[in-house]
């Protein structure tokens, strides 16, 4: 009784990590399934047990990385998944702000290397990048982004070497080696870009506590070398301000990585919990079918041995009732497997919209010649569960295996045909596929296996401008065969109806 496996994206594959958008709020189809939605589900519960998926890359995959440097810089960019492109972008940001904070200082050494003398210019630039290495090492040990927190070495040792900075500069002012305006753009600059790796990588109110005191410290020093009051109050108010502002800047961004990486262990344990509902329905059902039938079953064929052992004829009865439960059993089974495994066509549609737009992609459904008055009717069942079918593995293909940012779904039934198709823009990353270029996989075999089955043809190919199509079409003229309900070939005896045995 197990249908068709979902995709599963093996770890560092390339396409959009899904996760069970729609899940709350998308209606069950028949049997109580979920249609698109339940896939999505499904796959997240294969890729944490491992297992393999049976579902095709039909978007960019990883593929041969081709151009410069720069271009497979944005290749690997694609292939991530949205919390880890917020995380890499944060970790970005705070090595521009240190880089930025090596031209600004660049530019101060330059102007004042005459005043300060080739020595101390040495020894200012050799703590200036001594601070610069430490400042990312101290953000990147910060708990916000999944590490364990700083330890007090390497705490005290930036400190310390952003004091001696600090020092370096206000004994070059003792000196009257540096004016005024000179100074105190050096030690907003220094306290500034201090505070942001301090605030990020200590608790809150510790880092705040650490952050004031240098800064305190270091203005109580610059009043004591004697300059001009004026100066003094314009460098106290601008790192009143900065500081805060930089400590509060690197502490929000982290956060924001945080809060990413529990809504994506949240959507995770939401996807497992509505698989592990659907299993629980599916074995409740099955239970309530089996359960009784099972008991009469065990105590008529009780009842049977002990009235053969002693020659009774009711023996013959009693085994022609236990036949009778057998068999409607066995239909009550296929029945059960049926409403389980069958796919409404209305109902994919709905769920490809809603799925789809929860997940950002803007996706619009053309059903309009399947909803006119009669046009259903003359659609048989079979047909509409095999299209439903084709819409689900598109959309899981579409969330999974591309990039996509719009989609469009279309239906379009004419005199003795069927046709369904799925566009969407998300193959560009495609390395070397060409318009025209056919794809295919494990699970586009098992759609064209199903659309056969009813007499029709599955295409799939790479469009220009990036895009990707989808195309089922189904003649609705006389076909050889008779087709399995629901667009679905019997996995068993059990389910065809020719036994009481699974073969």
Not at 196 to 213: D, E, I, K, N, Y
Request: hydrophobic share 45%; proline share 6%.
């Amino acid at each position: 009784m197990s249908g068709p496996q979902p995709a599963v994206r093996p770890p560092g594959g390339g396409g959009r990590t899904v996760r069970p958008y729609g899940v709350t709020g998308a209606a069950p189809g028949p049997g109580g399934t979920y249609g698109t939605a339940g896939a999505t589900e499904a796959a997240e519960v294969a890729e944490a047990a491992g297992t393999a998926g049976t579902y095709e890359r039909t978007g960019p995959g990883p593929g041969p990385e081709r151009g410069g440097g720069v271009l497979r810089w944005l290749q690997r960019a694609r292939r991530m998944s949205g919390p880890e492109r917020w995380r890499r972008y944060t970790v970005s940001t705070m090595y521009f702000l240190a880089l930025f904070e090596a031209v600004l200082m660049s530019v101060w050494l330059s102007s004042t290397r005459e005043e300060i003398g080739a020595g101390p210019f040495a020894v200012v630039a050799a703590l200036l990048l001594a601070h610069l290495a430490l400042q990312i090492r101290l953000s990147l040990t910060a708990p916000y982004l999944g590490a364990d927190g700083p330890t007090r070495r390497l705490l005290a040792l930036h400190l310390g070497v952003c004091s001696a900075l600090l020092g370096v500069g206000l004994a070059l002012r003792a000196a009257d080696r540096l004016e005024p305006e000179q100074l105190g753009p050096f030690l907003v600059w220094v306290l500034m870009f201090t505070a942001g790796p301090v605030v990020l990588a200590l608790p809150l109110r510790r880092g705040g506590a650490v952050v004031g005191a240098l800064c305190a410290g270091t203005l109580l020093a610059a009043a004591a070398v004697g300059p001009r009051a004026e100066w003094l109050l314009v460098t106290a108010l601008t790192t009143a301000v900065g500081a805060p502002f930089m400590g509060l800047t690197y502490r929000a961004s982290a956060w924001g990585v945080k809060l990413v990486d529990e809504l994506d262990a949240a959507r995770a344990v939401q996807a497992r919990l509505a698989v592990a509902e659907e299993r629980l329905r599916f074995g409740r059902d099955l239970h309530d079918v089996l359960g009784r039938n099972l008991s009469v079953m065990a105590l008529k064929s009780e009842l049977a041995v002990q009235l053969a052992q002693r020659g009774r004829p009711e023996a013959a009865d009693q085994m022609a009732e236990v036949q009778r439960v057998a068999q409607e059993s066995q239909r009550e089974i296929r029945a059960v497997v049926r409403g389980y495994r069958a796919a409404d066509l209305h109902a994919e549609l709905a769920g490809a919209r809603a799925v789809l737009r929860a997940a950002g992609v803007d996706c619009e459904v053309d059903e309009a010649d399947l909803t006119a008055p009669g046009a259903r009717e003359e659609v048989p069942e079979e047909v509409r569960s095999a299209l439903a079918w084709v819409v689900r593995e598109g959309t899981t293909n579409v969330l999974r295996h591309a990039d996509a940012r719009a989609c469009t779904v279309s239906l379009r039934a004419g005199p003795g045909r069927v046709e369904l198709t799925m566009d969407n823009d998300g193959a560009a990353g495609a390395a070397g596929a060409e318009p025209g270029t056919p794809a295919d996989g494990a699970g586009l075999a098992g759609l064209r296996e199903r659309l056969a089955a009813v007499g029709g043809t599955l295409s799939a190919e790479h469009r220009g401008g990036g895009g990707f199509r989808l195309a089922a079409r189904v003649d609705l003229g006389p076909r050889v065969g008779v087709a399995p309900r629901n667009g679905m070939e019997p996995r068993n005896d059990l389910e065809a109806g020719n036994g009481m045995e699974a073969s």
